[in-house]
């Protein structure tokens, strides 16, 4: 049988034309979005299978920074659910010859494109897009604003390993300053009932942070008993322009997740991590490939969110 669109329930109207950031949406959208991707583990068996839902769409990819993992996601995403897609990348194109990004992403909606993946090392990009283009505009991570598919998709995980978010602690480790995943899940989570912990070296959680409604620790062990879910953040070596903390040998020692830690944690913790990860920094190997780690988990979780933001925003579009 082929599925169609009537086989697939929105729980709530869905009104955004762009997915910009999770800091604007309300707790019923986010729930929106979860609820179609398990719709969509139904439906495609856990990803494997393709569907003709959005037969006729084009998905452009403009990515602008290096990307493995999402990248890869959202052109598997579309071509499961029957869309064409278009991958763009900034060395060799006109970008070059001085065209300007937005010339650029018009150029390519000229094309017959409906849906735009973008991301960018400048926060703010997706939303100039958002401005110029007709087509609907997906933030595929901006700087270091957003990274909104990341958060929902860790989200996703924690709500189908613990059966909730509502009442959970969740500690975001590591490299905050610098973290376009930390500010999306921050908004994600708090807005979903549970409670956020910010934790890392001083020098790397930014003074402000308790304004978002986040709590702040600088030592792991004494939080780690409280904690539901930990989400171990990348030290983002390629943001930094100075020195953060001493030495990595020091930072995996105050703030890497490793066996011992895991011992000492409170029974069931989920142990995540964006990736790509260092490992011997955020977490060990016992951790990475252990028990408590739901990191591939994310990885196919990631699939699912991604078929349902562009499901949301072609059917927004009229498609």
């Not at 905050?176 to 020098?203: E, M, Q």
């Amino acid at each position: 049988m082929t599925e169609t669109m009537d086989d697939i329930s929105i729980t709530a109207p869905w009104q955004e034309r762009h997915l910009l950031g999770l800091e604007h949406l309300s707790a019923e959208e986010i729930a929106t979005i979860l609820d179609l991707a398990d719709q969509f583990q139904t439906l495609t068996e856990g990803g494997s299978k393709k569907l003709t839902v959005l037969n006729g769409t084009v998905v452009a990819n403009l990515f602008f920074e290096n990307s493995t993992r999402t990248k890869t996601s959202f052109n598997i995403a579309a071509r499961r659910l029957g869309a064409d897609t278009v991958d763009f990348s900034a060395s060799g194109s006109s970008l070059s010859k001085g065209e300007t990004f937005v010339d650029t992403a018009l150029t390519i909606e000229a094309m017959g494109v409906d849906l735009v993946v973008c991301r960018h090392r400048t926060p703010g990009a997706p939303h100039l897009l958002a401005r110029h283009l007709k087509a609907g505009v997906i933030n595929a991570g901006d700087g270091t604003h957003e990274h909104p598919t990341q958060a929902l998709l860790d989200m996703l995980t924690i709500r189908q390993k613990l059966g909730r978010i509502e009442g959970l602690t969740v500690a975001l480790v590591g490299d905050i300053r610098h973290s376009r995943v930390a500010r999306s899940n921050i908004h994600g989570l708090l807005k979903l009932g549970a409670r956020v912990i910010v934790c890392g070296p001083a020098t790397l959680v930014p003074r402000t942070i308790t304004q978002l409604g986040v709590e702040v620790a600088y030592n792991l062990d004494e939080i780690l008993p409280q904690v539901d879910c930990v989400n171990l953040l990348r030290v983002q070596f390629e943001r930094q322009r100075g020195a953060f903390f001493p030495s990595i040998a020091e930072y995996a020692h105050l703030f890497g997740m490793n066996g011992d830690r895991i011992r000492k944690a409170k029974d069931g913790l989920l142990v995540l991590a964006p990736g790509p990860i260092n490992r011997g920094v955020e977490l060990t190997p016992e951790v990475a490939d252990g028990p408590h780690s739901v990191i591939l988990n994310q990885v196919s979780n990631g699939l699912l969110i991604r078929m349902a933001c562009l499901y949301l925003l072609a059917k927004k579009a009229g498609k």
